[in-house]
């Protein structure tokens, strides 16, 4: 399972439906935000982010950005 921090800064884990109806993918190194499609469908990518192999990754990388304006 992957890990992101999403356009809010809020802390995610791919895998989990969002109740806005969005779900997370991760391709590669980067966790891919969908609509969650109706059965047939493509989803529609809407947000890509940078994906982390775990939490302690994430957090890792965070706090070597240092704060933020």
Request: charged letters at 25%; a negative charge.
């Amino acid at each position: 399972m992957s890990w992101y921090i999403d356009s809010e800064g809020e802390i995610r884990k791919v895998g989990v439906s969002d109740a806005d109806g969005t779900t997370a993918k991760t391709v590669g190194s980067v966790v891919q935000v969908c609509e969650v499609p109706l059965v047939g469908e493509e989803p529609t990518v809407l947000e890509e982010y940078t994906a982390y192999e775990t939490r302690d990754a994430l957090l890792v990388a965070v706090s070597a950005a240092g704060p933020q304006p």
